[in-house]
């Protein structure tokens, strides 16, 4: 969730297990009403974060919240 009214682009997450996510809900999207900035599928990364081995890198729309799902 982004509560600020500013794109928070590059923003890192640490997931459980690597692999391909997907942008399955975006409150920003058009179908909304929104400006339609989302991810689609982020790879993940072999950068601890969070305390997770891996992570994502993504961007958090203004005002709106995602949800992601790993595929596979």
Partial sequence: LNFTPVPRENYRIGVPHPGTYQEIFNSDSHYYD?????????????QPWMNHAQSISVTLPPLAGIVLKQQG
Avoid at 34 to 46: D, I
Wanted: charged share 10%.
């Fill in 34 to 46: 929104g400006t339609n900035q989302g991810n689609g599928h982020v790879h993940t990364e072999a």
